[in-house]
């Protein structure tokens, strides 16, 4: 083991105490002077057109102010994943549209002095639709062509088509197709979407306060929307209750911003549990089609991939989201021959949009289904027959040709195996099943790799800029967006190591678009690998300054000037960071401050291997996890316990996504939209949760790390699924395995296959 | 409007309310304990757990009527030396707390387990945080934390 002093240990996140004890404040805690507050108001019916909407009776209840609706709101189009200037997107949506298209759509909102009023206002605004006709999943869409008028250019979007490799000799082989289905999922953030917009009519500045993940991407669209000079435009990040993908897209802030426009004053939004399920984004509806070749000896030869994404209402991200797909599949396995075809298709539903690992999940869903139906019927191991087709050290990604550099998945695939006890627990489970009792056992193993930044499938880059007081202490500059789960404590830890100081003496702020250098955003799985390189290398920079600084204060050369325990020595000579500082003010006349900047230009392959051990209640339908490990090829953890508490919400989550977590309409067309009938696991039903890590130092990232938190669930709902049917003897893939699935199964005497 | 006595955190308060506001709406936007969160404001998350005379309620579900002559104990009330702290303390020494969202309510409901209960069984502190969902930690850092907090008990007591 290395001798860090923070690097790889246990530190708690830097906002613990203010959460612990509820004196931390989140968007919908902060009030502004003068702060007025919204309510909005959803559509109830799946598709129309809003023929008139009278507001008398809400104009006349105390304390509103005015009702914004259609009729009086820009009809500039947007879209709400725009994450850059100039993006290449279909700007199809506005914040209140004529034509309504799914049930939760924003039809107009109350502005009003207290939240009590302007949710009393809501059922007083009377609207009148003309009824179109709808269908909420994309197999009607295309068979009926029903929402062909929908858009301007339909409803249908298909991906180019993908062909990597050329066909190889397919004597001997054997064919195979199976499918896999996702049903619609909600990030159920515990923290809805929430955000106050101000703005200053006397000066034109105006200011977003959400928790978002990217300030810029935010404000561009913003001020494109409301024609309002960038420079005009400030969007600043605030303490974000959970995203997991749900606050990087654009639901909340242009209704504020609308609002605090049209009145000079403050507004603040807080979006309703329902609200937050319907009308901001949700993971697609997901079918795949998988077809392959394949030797005797269980190497995939030739792979056929056919997958369809329910875009929802809005085609939003989900042409990117189909194509994500194919980006990862040479992530983890490696083929000689791949075909892709996919296609985005718009429906009556709520939007599907970024989460977390967004694409990937989908893909290896579908992957390791089908390899555990090769392995059955090839009569082989499921992790013995993974190792014949995993991608190893020092190769490329067949896709983009950038090389995967220390990927290390046999590494989990072996050690995890291991550690898990996978062939005592098969054996275990078969003797168990074998007395054929009500309860049935399983294992099942899920592998998965990812990325750690957009490189080199779009631009990325980033800046960090670090400054030193005058009593030594270091602030930096950076645009991050923590999520919650501890980005500004990693990166603390990060420029505390490299300058070799006490972690408390590094100040790390978060983003803010009109004082923190440009950056993209938090998303992608490039917050600790891009960004953390960037801080590692600005902080290296200040070193290479506060030596230039003492070597001149000193007299002596800076070749003979090094920094070693927060000390800067100069010979026998010991200086501190505040001498420094100092010396710099007063006679160099400077401050000590560098600005860094960086574009990407690695892409280690990240992977896991997740062992799942489950037990089936023939009777109830249910399942219990009663082992699970998770082990993860992650280059070097930075802040371990954390890191550990990260993947076991992984888990939890991707649990809940295998066996119940469902959006689905009712005979009216609105989508589950409570936690009462959106079920995820609670504290009684989540699993025990073992982390390991394969650490080897890697290349690019700081420290030698690589990305962990989107990667962490894409093995979960298919080690859950493989371990189910194991214990079935069945092939079900289409998900979530709820009871009434897997009862239904078992009703017609367990066939499936 | 109708007018109630209640105590809140250990201070006597007087309040006038309609007879269809929420506790949780007294509570963050009358008294501006914002500490207290709302997640659902349906009675299905627990992010909104305060202490009604000791015991874990959701504030959404009770209308702030039903707290007359009551003591409510909220997050923010001080607790240097009690189980609460402890708990606090190992919240954050454990590493269990994230986004943050859920710990107020986790922390009132685990609280007024250790009171009850300060020898819970690991399944009964699940059992205690059933109605507290939380999607960022899988809850295991969570019930460590609990556990923490009972061994420091039995070495204080
Ligand atoms: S806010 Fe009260 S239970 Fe969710
Ligand atoms: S820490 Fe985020 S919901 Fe519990």
Redesign the interface.
């Known amino acids: 083991m290395s001798d860090y002093k923070y690097i790889g240990r246990?530190v708690?996140?830097h906002?613990?105490?203010?959460?612990?004890?509820?004196?931390?404040?989140?968007a919908?805690?902060m009030?502004l002077p003068g702060m007025l507050h919204l309510a909005l108001l959803t559509c109830d019916i799946p598709h129309g057109i809003v023929k008139s909407i009278r507001t008398e009776r809400a104009l006349a209840l105390d304390g509103v102010v005015d009702v914004l609706h259609c009729f009086n709101t820009t009809k500039e189009r947007f879209n709400r994943y725009r994450n850059i200037h100039g993006q290449k997107l279909i700007n199809q949506e506005e914040i209140f549209p004529e034509r309504v298209r799914f049930v939760g759509d924003r039809v107009a909102c109350v502005i009003a002095e207290?939240?009590?009023a302007a949710r009393a206002a809501l059922p007083l605004i009377e609207v009148e639709y003309e009824r179109l006709p709808y269908a909420t999943d994309a197999k009607t869409v295309i068979e009926s062509g029903v929402l062909d008028d929908m858009f301007e250019d339909g409803a249908v979007y298909p991906a180019p088509e993908l062909i990597n490799g050329e066909q190889p000799d397919l004597t001997g082989t054997t064919i195979t197709q199976t499918q896999a289905h996702f049903d619609r999922q909600s990030?159920?953030?515990?923290?809805?979407q929430a955000c106050i917009a101000d703005y200053d009519p006397l000066t034109g500045q105006a200011t977003v306060y959400s928790p978002n993940q990217s300030v810029n991407g935010l404000r561009t669209v913003l001020a494109d929307l409301f024609d309002l000079p960038y420079h005009k435009m400030r969007v600043v990040k605030t303490?974000?209750?959970?995203s997991?993908g749900s606050k990087q897209e654009w639901m909340a802030e242009p209704v504020a911003l609308a609002a605090a426009l049209h009145t000079g004053r403050p507004v603040k939004i807080?979006f309703?549990?329902e609200q937050a399920m319907l009308s901001t984004i949700t993971r697609a509806a997901f079918d795949g089609k998988m077809t392959t070749h394949v030797t005797p000896e269980g190497k995939v030869l030739s792979v056929d991939i056919e997958t369809v994404i329910d875009a929802g209402a809005y085609l939003s991200n989900s042409l990117d989201y189909c194509i994500v797909v194919s980006s990862k599949i040479f992530r983890c396995y490696t083929f000689p021959y791949v075909r892709y075809n996919g296609k985005a298709v718009c429906t009556n539903s709520p939007v599907s949009g970024a989460f977390r690992s967004w694409g990937t999940a989908e893909l290896y869903l579908l992957v390791e289904h089908h390899f555990n139906e090769l392995a059955r019927k090839l009569g082989m191991d499921a992790t013995d027959f993974r190792l014949k087709n995993i991608v190893k050290l020092g190769d490329v990604d067949k896709k983009t040709g950038v090389s995967l550099g220390d990927v290390r998945i046999g590494d989990c695939i072996k050690q995890g195996r291991e550690k898990f006890g996978w062939f005592a627990k098969r054996q275990a489970a078969e003797a168990f099943n074998a007395q054929n009792g009500r309860f049935l056992r399983g294992v099942g193993i899920g592998c998965g790799g990812h990325g750690n930044t957009y490189f080199p499938r779009r631009e990325d880059f980033g800046a960090a800029q670090m400054r030193v007081s005058e009593d030594g202490t270091v602030l930096v500059n950076i645009s991050l967006h923590d999520?919650?789960?501890?980005t500004v404590t990693a990166f603390q830890m990060m420029i505390a190591e490299t300058l070799t100081i006490p972690i408390d003496q590094v100040a790390v702020g978060e983003a803010d678009s009109s004082v923190t250098p440009f950056d993209l955003g938090c998303f992608a799985s490039r917050t600790t690998y891009v960004l953390g390189r960037i801080a590692v290398d600005c902080a290296e920079k200040l070193k290479d300054l506060l030596v230039a600084t003492i070597a001149k204060a000193d007299g002596s050369e800076p070749e003979a000037v090094k920094i070693q325990g927060g000390q800067i020595l100069a010979g026998d000579k010991h200086y501190s960071f505040a001498d420094a500082a100092q010396y710099a003010l007063h006679t160099l006349q400077q401050e000590l401050t560098v600005m860094h900047q960086f574009v990407a230009d690695s892409n280690p392959g990240v992977t896991g291997a997740h062992f799942a051990h489950v037990e089936v209640d023939t009777k109830t339908g249910m399942v219990a996890v009663l082992d699970y490990l998770a082990m993860h090829d992650i280059g070097k953890v930075i802040n371990r316990?954390?890191t550990?508490?990260?993947i076991?919400?992984?888990?939890?989550?991707g649990t809940g996504c295998a066996l119940t977590e469902r959006m689905t309409p009712n005979k009216n067309g609105r989508f589950t939209s409570?936690?009462?009938d959106y079920h995820?696991?609670?504290?009684?039903e989540?699993?025990?949760?073992e982390v390991e890590f394969v650490e080897a130092d890697s290349i690019g990232g700081p420290f030698g790390a690589k990305s962990i938190g989107e990667l962490s669930l894409v093995p979960v709902a298919p080690a859950i699924m493989g371990a189910v049917n194991d214990a079935l003897d069945a092939s079900l893939s289409y998900l979530p395995l709820t009871p009434d699935r897997i009862l239904k199964h078992l009703a017609n005497g367990g066939e499936s296959r | 409007m109708l007018t109630i006595q209640l105590t809140i955190n250990g201070a006597a308060h007087r309040c006038e309310v309609s007879p269809n506001t929420t506790l949780l709406?007294l509570i963050r936007?009358d008294m501006?304990?914002?500490?207290?969160?709302?997640?659902?404001?349906?009675g299905?998350?627990g992010?909104c757990t305060v202490l009604l005379d000791g015991m874990p309620v959701n504030a959404c579900l009770m209308l702030a009527v039903m707290a007359d002559g009551k003591q409510v104990e909220?997050?923010?009330a001080a607790a240097p030396g009690t189980k609460k702290h402890a708990l606090?303390q190992a919240?954050?020494?454990?590493?269990?707390?994230?986004?943050?969202?859920?710990?107020?309510g986790i922390?009132l409901s685990a609280t007024a387990l250790l009171e009850e209960r300060p020898q819970a069984s690991r399944?009964e502190?699940?059992?205690a945080?059933?109605?507290?969902?939380?999607?960022?930690?899988?809850?295991?850092?969570?019930?460590a934390a609990v556990e923490k907090a009972q061994e420091r008990g039995r070495t204080n007591g």
């Open positions: 246990s708690p996140i906002d613990a105490q203010g959460k612990v004890t509820g004196s931390l404040r989140y919908g805690d009030v207290t939240p009590q990030h159920v953030t515990m923290e809805p303490t974000m209750g959970g997991f807080v309703t549990r999520h919650g789960c501890g316990e954390i550990v508490a990260q076991q919400g992984a888990v939890a989550m409570s936690l009462k995820l696991r609670n504290c009684p989540a699993p025990d949760v | 709406e936007d501006h304990l914002t500490g207290t969160k709302r997640g659902c404001d349906q299905h998350c992010a909220t997050i923010e606090q919240l954050i020494e454990e590493g269990a707390v994230q986004c943050g969202f859920c710990i107020p922390v399944p502190i699940r059992e945080l059933s109605g507290n969902l939380c999607r960022c930690t899988g809850y295991s850092r969570i019930i």
